[in-house]
């Protein structure tokens, strides 16, 4: 990472721009403005969200931030720099673990972020603790592969338009060697997946683009007897 920028500001936020290289197959270079702040984590549960909203959310890799964080993006970085939906890495500030989740409203308490608890568990985060939230630009998605734990999942009518409705609502970005929970509301089952590859790069975002989907055998498949 070459840094070309680096502006110093209070309250521990930092402006940057990051010239980044991912080494894939093909070589993509992206510049990243960068925009972080420390905020406490709690899970949806603990948000003023009713039961609905939370059962929802904590089926998403979506997060919530504060009001200030979007003046403060489009104060330091600027409107016209910004590309909606917003992409976060949410990282535990004692083990440097980090996950990339996309923004889903401003509208938590001043200093708070909400967090779906299946993240706040992969990244070993308790409610209350402090975290570091850090904007980034992510390159769109040409290709994931998928391993559901259920073969139920793939022999459903039509496994693809389910993936395509839910994980564009509540996935826009994926990364390998995650597992995803899609909450099938129309016949009231969910399902985890993993997310086995993706390309260009290991994280991806996969709304507003073209993503070829491979499914790899489901975890419970169990060869037929000859």
């Given at each position: 990472?070459?840094?070309?920028?680096?502006?110093?500001?209070?309250?521990?936020?930092?402006?940057?721009?990051?010239?980044?290289?991912?080494?894939?197959?093909?070589?993509?270079?992206?510049?990243?403005?960068?925009?972080?702040?420390?905020?406490?984590?709690?899970?949806?549960?603990?948000?003023?969200?009713?039961?609905?909203?939370?059962?929802?959310?904590?089926?998403?890799n979506k997060i919530r931030l504060p009001p200030s964080?979007?003046?403060?993006?489009?104060?330091?970085?600027?409107?016209?720099?910004?590309?909606?939906?917003?992409?976060?890495?949410?990282?535990?500030?004692?083990?440097?673990?980090?996950?990339?989740?996309?923004?889903?409203?401003?509208?938590?308490?001043?200093?708070?972020?909400?967090?779906?608890?299946?993240?706040?568990?992969?990244?070993?985060?308790?409610?209350?603790?402090?975290?570091?939230?850090?904007?980034v630009c992510l390159v769109n998605g040409s290709f994931?592969?998928?391993?559901?734990?259920?073969?139920?999942?793939?022999d459903l009518t039509n496994p693809k338009a389910v993936?395509?409705?839910?994980?564009?609502?509540?996935?826009?970005?994926?990364?390998?060697?995650?597992?995803?929970?899609?909450?099938?509301?129309?016949?009231?089952?969910?399902?985890?997946?993993?997310?086995?590859?993706?390309?260009?790069?290991?994280?991806?975002?996969?709304?507003?683009?073209?993503?070829?989907?491979?499914?790899?055998?489901?975890?419970?498949?169990?060869?037929?007897?000859?």
């Open positions: 990472i070459n840094v070309l920028i680096s502006v110093k500001l209070i309250y521990l936020r930092t402006l940057c721009i990051y010239k980044t290289l991912i080494n894939t197959s093909c070589q993509i270079y992206i510049y990243i403005m960068s925009y972080s702040v420390n905020l406490q984590c709690f899970s949806y549960s603990c948000s003023d969200l009713n039961p609905d909203q939370i059962a929802n959310m904590n089926c998403t964080v979007l003046k403060h993006l489009m104060e330091d970085v600027g409107e016209k720099s910004l590309e909606f939906p917003l992409f976060f890495s949410v990282k535990n500030t004692q083990t440097m673990y980090s996950n990339t989740c996309a923004v889903h409203e401003f509208s938590s308490s001043e200093g708070i972020c909400n967090i779906p608890f299946h993240i706040m568990q992969d990244l070993s985060i308790n409610e209350g603790d402090n975290i570091e939230i850090q904007l994931i592969k998928l391993r559901p734990h259920k073969t139920k999942f793939i993936l395509e409705k839910y994980m564009s609502l509540d996935y826009p970005v994926v990364t390998k060697g995650h597992t995803i929970l899609i909450n099938y509301k129309d016949i009231g089952e969910q399902f985890y997946i993993d997310i086995v590859d993706c390309e260009p790069a290991d994280t991806i975002k996969i709304i507003n683009t073209d993503v070829n989907v491979d499914f790899d055998t489901p975890l419970d498949y169990v060869e037929p007897p000859k």
